[in-house]
């Protein structure tokens, strides 16, 4: 509702103008900090109880690899839809559009499935922190991956009823990063929980 | 109380488009938000102020009968008539989360972050309206269910504002950890959402929404430090969120992360593995850059106030941004100064003893500035320049405490004790109070078109300053004589004894300093519909808010809105024919008070035509 401040900024003196981002797009980045805190409060909890021992060692699901691999491929089909958009290609942004979300909720069938993984390893959620840790850490990942899911077919019906175009791509652009960042975001996750395990 | 909110609200407020519920309830406007967020705050602090002086009734005056309370407090009396134990701890926890989170933050920075945001950087509104409104009803609604819990059975949470597991991650272990606790939690959860969407339209509004002119170097200290303030909340509330999000894990869901070993009524409990002190980590993380989330809102608003109060510039105007930024980073290294007896290791003890007195370097900045601004200044004590003054006072008196408390082997002797309840009460407590006080008297003109009652708010001051002093300077003595905090009576040990006369004191004190705050509740609401009517800009202030009308409506400006062309403190400046220049004046229509410099930059004003656009693309 604000652009049309942002737009008609002039300067008077030296060329120091406002910074030049949508205040959507940078509420967006503002709202990824936030959601960068609460892991790295949790990855740094990880640590912290790790350090005090009593800690049980397990493998991480093997089909965590599969899902990470799932998540890069889907980061790669989003770039692809967005770029397609903003040539005004919207049938092709509607295709990638399509399998980035069908891969995104193979990312969270993956997940799930790693976690039954998991309890097939007797790994509960309810046992030592060890264990406990990974289930609220990969969850909480899954419940943003879901918002984003949400996100992508706000975009994907926006794509369809030609809301989507090489002049507006605001939206196009926050939805494409902020899947990227929970891309991101799980591989440092998954980094993170094969290096401390 | 909450419920007060919408009907206190429907008096004022300026639009007349839409419906009611869209002007006065449902408002995207900054200016309404803000009054929302202020009325509610100011429900909370009363509630707060009453529960303290329920708690001050027990220690001040341990055996006097209080079945008079009956009809309040019901079944939380013991037959004796005497506040029961549970319920003592109760109060003192609901004091704080009240007083901490609901009246400093929310009702601090989302009065005057939302109010002075958009008025003094010169935008039409916030960036999102939306998320705007969003915040002010997930805070309602969080607001909702505290209060509610005030009312359950079972009493409310009662683990200390801390919520220090494992007293509060087991029902079992005192009443209040019950339902209260899930009340809590699922309200805490609430705020944090309403704070971190209150924070990133702050921030974005600052940075993206400038009006022409309006740089970093001439924005008023007080949107600096709503700046900072937010930047510090979108950085620590996520942690205090997962600490929570743990706790409600521990508590419903049976994981261990706090839990260990642990016998309670004899029985074991099968939770292994966790840790206590992972939550005191997790808490303080959040807990101690919260204390600067409450603190910093103020320091903004009296650097703006003591500064068109003094007729002087501030003094040091860069050296009060570093300060603030200096602060804002040291509140993220500090945490573990709350943990020094935690059994923590002495060498890490050391480091953060000597991060936490390195704060005290831009406090004394900070001090020192406020003093050398009203050094020799035409004084004008308006009650929302004495308040300001009664916080430089209190965050004198406050800070030095804390070089004593910041070093771990002090700490040792005065930790959990009532000198560190007068230290945090002084430096954050009666400061950030006194800080929104005097935004109110300040702000009040803009915000209501008219003007409150200085006789009334001179006396509001002295009673509230005098008072304060009253409360929290014996709390030192009875502090540094190892009397502990969150104590429900000290009869059993005769060590105590001696000082039943200073408590007497300090509860007599808090008595007053509560009755005083009804002479500001009758001088706001008066002042609201009876008061003096403003003029635009009573206080001959700078700032781009009193270039708007008497009251603003939406969008703020009728016409453009104004351009910046110079800092915010031009007051009395050598030569000029008035003793403030607002931000909005040319320095081409003032050469006879232009320093060199200055005239250099009236060849730049005429370029206003070649608008730079700001690319709405890519960026």
């Given at each position: 509702?604000?652009?049309?401040?942002?737009?008609?900024?002039?300067?008077v003196?030296?060329?120091?103008?406002?910074?030049?981002?949508?205040?959507?797009?940078?509420?967006?980045?503002l709202?990824m900090?936030?959601?960068?805190?609460l892991?790295?409060?949790?990855?740094?909890?990880?640590?912290?109880?790790?350090?005090?021992?009593?800690?049980?060692?397990?493998?991480?699901?093997?089909?965590?690899?599969?899902?990470?691999?799932?998540?890069i491929l889907?980061?790669?089909?989003?770039?692809?839809?967005y770029?397609?958009?903003?040539?005004?290609?919207?049938?092709?942004?509607?295709i990638m559009?399509?399998?980035?979300?069908?891969?995104?909720?193979?990312?969270?069938?993956?997940?799930?499935?790693?976690?039954?993984q998991?309890?097939?390893g007797n790994?509960y959620?309810?046992?030592?922190?060890?264990?406990?840790?990974?289930?609220?850490?990969?969850?909480?990942?899954?419940?943003?991956?879901?918002?984003?899911?949400?996100?992508?077919?706000?975009m994907?019906?926006?794509?369809?009823?030609?809301?989507?175009?090489s002049?507006?791509?605001?939206?196009?652009?926050?939805?494409?990063?902020?899947?990227?960042?929970?891309g991101g975001?799980?591989?440092?996750?998954?980094?993170?929980?094969?290096?401390?395990? | 109380?909450?419920?007060?909110?919408h009907?206190?609200?429907?008096?004022?407020?300026?639009?007349?488009?839409?419906n009611f519920?869209?002007?006065?309830?449902?408002?995207?406007?900054?200016?309404?938000?803000?009054?929302?967020?202020?009325?509610?705050?100011?429900?909370?602090a009363?509630?707060?102020g009453?529960?303290?002086?329920?708690?001050?009734?027990?220690?001040?005056?341990?055996?006097?009968n209080l079945?008079?309370?009956?009809?309040?407090?019901?079944?939380?009396?013991?037959?004796?008539?005497?506040?029961?134990?549970?319920?003592?701890?109760?109060l003192?926890?609901m004091?704080?989360t009240?007083?901490?989170?609901?009246?400093?933050?929310?009702?601090?920075?989302?009065?005057?972050?939302n109010?002075?945001?958009p008025?003094?950087?010169?935008?039409?509104?916030?960036?999102?309206?939306?998320?705007?409104m969003?915040?002010?009803?997930?805070?309602f609604?969080?607001s909702?269910?505290?209060?509610?819990?005030?009312?359950i059975?079972?009493?409310?949470?009662?683990?200390?504002?801390?919520?220090?597991?494992?007293?509060?991650?087991?029902?079992?272990?005192?009443?209040?950890?019950?339902l209260?606790?899930?009340?809590w939690?699922?309200?805490?959860?609430?705020?944090i959402?309403?704070?971190?969407?209150?924070?990133?339209?702050?921030i974005?509004?600052?940075?993206?929404?400038?009006?022409?002119?309006?740089?970093?170097?001439?924005?008023?200290?007080?949107?600096?430090a709503?700046?900072?303030?937010?930047?510090?909340?979108i950085?620590?509330f996520p942690?205090l969120?997962?600490?929570?999000?743990?706790?409600i894990?521990?508590?419903s869901?049976?994981?261990?992360?706090?839990?260990?070993?642990?016998?309670?009524?004899?029985?074991?409990?099968?939770?292994?593995?966790?840790?206590?002190?992972?939550?005191?980590?997790?808490?303080?993380?959040?807990?101690?850059?919260?204390?600067?989330?409450?603190?910093?809102?103020?320091?903004?608003?009296?650097?703006?106030?003591?500064?068109?109060?003094s007729?002087?510039?501030?003094?040091?105007?860069k050296a009060?941004?570093?300060?603030?930024?200096?602060?804002?980073?040291?509140?993220f290294?500090?945490?573990?100064?709350?943990?020094?007896?935690?059994?923590?290791?002495?060498?890490?003890?050391?480091?953060?003893?000597?991060?936490?007195?390195?704060?005290?370097?831009?406090?004394?900045?900070?001090?020192?500035?406020?003093?050398?601004?009203?050094?020799?200044?035409n004084?004008?004590?308006?009650?929302?320049?004495?308040?300001?003054?009664?916080?430089?006072?209190?965050?004198?008196?406050?800070?030095i405490?804390?070089?004593?408390?910041?070093?771990?082997?002090?700490?040792?002797?005065?930790?959990?004790?009532?000198?560190?309840?007068?230290?945090?009460?002084?430096?954050?407590?009666?400061?950030?109070?006194?800080?929104?006080?005097?935004g109110?008297?300040?702000w009040?003109?803009?915000m209501?078109?008219?003007?409150?009652?200085?006789?009334?708010?001179?006396i509001?001051?002295?009673?509230?300053?005098?008072?304060?002093?009253m409360?929290?300077?014996?709390?030192?003595y009875?502090?540094?004589?190892?009397?502990?905090r969150?104590?429900?009576?000290?009869?059993n040990f005769?060590?105590f004894?001696?000082?039943?006369?200073?408590?007497?004191?300090v509860?007599?004190?808090?008595?007053?300093?509560?009755?005083?705050?009804f002479?500001?509740?009758?001088?706001f609401f008066?002042?609201?519909?009876?008061?003096?009517?403003?003029?635009?800009n009573?206080?001959?202030?700078n700032?781009?808010?009193?270039?708007?009308?008497?009251n603003?409506?939406?969008?703020?400006?009728?016409g453009?809105?104004?351009?910046?062309?110079?800092?915010?403190?031009?007051?009395?400046?050598?030569g000029?024919?008035?003793?403030?220049?607002?931000?909005?004046?040319?320095?081409?229509?003032?050469?006879?008070s232009?320093?060199p410099?200055e005239?250099?930059?009236?060849?730049?004003?005429?370029?206003?035509?070649?608008?730079?656009?700001?690319?709405?693309?890519?960026?």
């Amino acid at each position: 509702m604000s652009t049309d401040n942002t737009v008609d900024l002039k300067i008077v003196e030296e060329p120091k103008r406002p910074l030049a981002m949508h205040p959507k797009k940078f509420g967006m980045w503002l709202f990824m900090a936030s959601v960068m805190m609460l892991f790295m409060a949790l990855t740094s909890a990880y640590i912290v109880r790790q350090a005090e021992g009593n800690w049980v060692y397990f493998e991480l699901p093997s089909l965590f690899y599969t899902t990470s691999v799932i998540i890069i491929l889907s980061s790669i089909s989003m770039q692809w839809s967005y770029n397609a958009a903003k040539k005004d290609n919207t049938s092709y942004s509607k295709i990638m559009l399509l399998i980035t979300s069908l891969l995104g909720f193979g990312f969270l069938i993956g997940q799930f499935f790693g976690w039954k993984q998991l309890v097939t390893g007797n790994i509960y959620l309810v046992g030592n922190p060890s264990g406990s840790f990974l289930y609220i850490i990969t969850g909480l990942h899954g419940l943003h991956i879901v918002s984003a899911i949400v996100f992508l077919l706000i975009m994907l019906n926006a794509v369809y009823t030609g809301k989507v175009d090489s002049k507006n791509m605001t939206k196009m652009e926050m939805c494409t990063t902020y899947w990227h960042f929970l891309g991101g975001l799980w591989l440092y996750l998954f980094i993170f929980l094969l290096l401390y395990r | 109380m909450a419920h007060d909110t919408h009907t206190h609200d429907e008096g004022h407020g300026h639009e007349h488009h839409g419906n009611f519920w869209t002007t006065y309830i449902f408002s995207e406007d900054h200016k309404v938000i803000a009054k929302q967020f202020l009325i509610t705050g100011m429900a909370w602090a009363l509630l707060g102020g009453i529960l303290s002086v329920i708690f001050r009734l027990q220690l001040g005056f341990p055996d006097a009968n209080l079945s008079w309370l009956k009809p309040i407090l019901g079944g939380w009396l013991t037959a004796e008539g005497k506040i029961d134990p549970e319920f003592y701890l109760a109060l003192v926890t609901m004091h704080g989360t009240i007083m901490v989170f609901f009246v400093l933050t929310a009702g601090l920075s989302g009065t005057f972050s939302n109010f002075l945001i958009p008025l003094q950087v010169g935008a039409r509104d916030m960036a999102s309206g939306f998320m705007n409104m969003l915040s002010y009803w997930f805070f309602f609604i969080s607001s909702c269910f505290m209060f509610t819990s005030l009312f359950i059975s079972t009493g409310p949470a009662a683990g200390g504002w801390v919520i220090y597991p494992p007293l509060s991650a087991l029902p079992q272990a005192i009443s209040g950890s019950g339902l209260g606790m899930t009340l809590w939690l699922i309200s805490m959860a609430l705020f944090i959402v309403s704070s971190l969407l209150g924070s990133i339209n702050y921030i974005t509004t600052v940075i993206n929404l400038r009006t022409v002119g309006m740089s970093f170097s001439k924005l008023p200290l007080t949107i600096w430090a709503f700046f900072l303030t937010a930047i510090i909340g979108i950085l620590s509330f996520p942690v205090l969120f997962a600490a929570a999000l743990l706790l409600i894990f521990d508590r419903s869901f049976g994981t261990s992360f706090y839990l260990s070993d642990i016998y309670i009524g004899g029985e074991a409990l099968p939770n292994q593995g966790g840790s206590p002190i992972l939550f005191q980590h997790l808490f303080w993380f959040l807990g101690h850059p919260e204390v600067y989330i409450v603190l910093l809102p103020a320091l903004g608003i009296t650097s703006e106030i003591i500064a068109t109060n003094s007729r002087k510039p501030i003094f040091g105007y860069k050296a009060m941004v570093g300060s603030i930024l200096f602060i804002a980073i040291l509140s993220f290294v500090v945490w573990a100064h709350h943990m020094f007896v935690t059994g923590m290791n002495p060498f890490l003890g050391s480091i953060f003893t000597l991060l936490t007195l390195i704060i005290a370097v831009p406090s004394a900045v900070k001090i020192f500035n406020y003093v050398t601004t009203i050094w020799r200044g035409n004084l004008r004590f308006t009650p929302g320049m004495l308040f300001s003054l009664g916080l430089v006072s209190f965050f004198l008196t406050g800070g030095i405490t804390g070089i004593f408390l910041g070093n771990s082997a002090v700490d040792i002797q005065l930790h959990d004790t009532y000198f560190v309840v007068a230290h945090f009460h002084l430096v954050m407590g009666s400061a950030s109070f006194f800080g929104m006080l005097a935004g109110i008297y300040h702000w009040f003109p803009k915000m209501f078109g008219r003007m409150m009652n200085e006789k009334l708010g001179s006396i509001h001051f002295w009673i509230t300053f005098i008072g304060v002093y009253m409360v929290f300077f014996p709390m030192h003595y009875i502090g540094i004589a190892g009397f502990p905090r969150r104590y429900y009576t000290w009869t059993n040990f005769e060590t105590f004894s001696g000082f039943a006369d200073l408590n007497f004191v300090v509860s007599v004190a808090a008595i007053v300093t509560l009755g005083a705050q009804f002479i500001f509740l009758f001088n706001f609401f008066y002042s609201m519909f009876r008061g003096r009517i403003a003029s635009a800009n009573p206080w001959q202030s700078n700032t781009l808010e009193w270039t708007t009308p008497r009251n603003p409506g939406h969008g703020n400006w009728p016409g453009e809105i104004p351009t910046v062309y110079r800092w915010p403190y031009d007051y009395s400046k050598p030569g000029a024919k008035e003793d403030f220049i607002p931000q909005n004046i040319p320095f081409s229509e003032t050469p006879e008070s232009n320093l060199p410099h200055e005239n250099e930059l009236i060849k730049l004003e005429g370029v206003e035509g070649n608008a730079i656009v700001v690319e709405e693309k890519k960026h």
